[in-house]
């Protein structure tokens, strides 16, 4: 998975940024989204700062104490959702080499050798 558009999604913490992401638009606050998340505000903060940086957009406006969604923020909510929607399946998939005898689990990942 060498794809140079990727790399920018690849660094510094994606999936955390994306959950502290969702949260923010489902919930509309930061301060919200920091006790949804049993994070601290600055944390939650941060990690909407570091996706904006990675995606290259501005993701929210403030009005008050609400966050307010840009245009860019809506596709990448999508998207994100998408993206958990597959790890949910990937984790479904798992789930039957999870509860497999530790011998089956080994010939199974044996089998499918991975690339570094």
Same mark, same amino acid.
């Given at each position: @998975?060498?794809? *140079?558009?990727?790399? *920018?999604? =690849?660094?510094?913490?994606?999936?955390?940024?994306?959950?502290?992401? !969702?949260?923010?638009?489902? $919930?509309?606050?930061?301060?919200?989204?920091? /006790?949804?998340?049993? @994070?601290?505000?600055?944390?939650?903060?941060?990690?909407?700062?570091? =996706?904006? !940086?990675?995606? +290259?957009?501005?993701?929210?406006?403030?009005? +008050?104490?609400? @966050?307010?969604?840009? /245009?860019?923020? *809506?596709? =990448?909510?999508?998207?994100?959702?998408?993206?958990?929607?597959? =790890?949910?399946?990937? !984790?479904?998939? $798992?789930?039957?080499?999870?509860?497999?005898?530790?011998?089956? *689990?080994?010939? /199974?990942?044996?089998?499918?050798? @991975?690339?570094?």
């Amino acid at each position: @998975m060498e794809n *140079r558009r990727l790399r *920018r999604y =690849l660094r510094h913490g994606m999936l955390p940024q994306l959950a502290a992401f !969702d949260a923010v638009m489902r $919930l509309g606050s930061v301060t919200q989204a920091s /006790a949804a998340l049993h @994070m601290a505000q600055p944390t939650v903060s941060g990690h909407l700062r570091k =996706l904006s !940086d990675a995606v +290259g957009v501005p993701l929210f406006r403030c009005d +008050g104490r609400r @966050m307010l969604p840009t /245009a860019p923020a *809506r596709a =990448l909510h999508e998207g994100a959702l998408g993206v958990f929607a597959a =790890l949910h399946d990937l !984790d479904c998939a $798992l789930e039957p080499l999870r509860s497999a005898p530790s011998a089956a *689990r080994t010939a /199974a990942v044996g089998a499918q050798p @991975m690339a570094a």
